[in-house]
């Protein structure tokens, strides 16, 4: 099984910008689609944006024009990019691979 490790988290100040890595621990040319997932306390895990092999992406109404995902396979690794920060982004964001396993997960927390 693929093991993804993210990075890239912190604090940030609303209207900020910050990149989410995440680094697959062998290639990820066979894997068709990977996500990232976000979970604010006392709520449930939702899909933040996805993409495919083919580069095919999806996002959540709340994030479309301010996040990107983009995927590297020549790195092993996925991105995403998320300007324009607001406090309601904050949360625990989790790497996907669909065809089986999680990320540990990264905070990112947002002040206003």
């Known amino acids: 099984q693929v093991q993804l490790v993210e990075s890239g988290g912190g604090l940030v100040q609303a209207g900020g910008s910050l990149r989410l890595s995440c680094t697959a621990s062998r290639s990820i040319d066979r894997i068709n689609t990977m996500g990232w997932y976000r979970q604010a306390p006392g709520k449930q895990r939702e899909l933040v944006a996805d993409?495919?092999?083919?580069?095919?992406?999806y996002y959540a109404d709340s994030v479309k024009g301010r996040f990107t995902i983009s995927r590297d396979n020549a790195k092993n690794t996925l991105y995403l990019q998320m300007n324009s920060l607001k406090p309601e982004d904050t949360a625990v964001y989790y790497c996907?691979?669909?065809?089986?396993?999680w990320g540990q997960g990264t905070q990112v927390t947002v002040s206003s």
């Open positions: 996907a691979n669909y065809d089986g396993g």
């Open positions: 993409i495919s092999s083919g580069g095919t992406t």
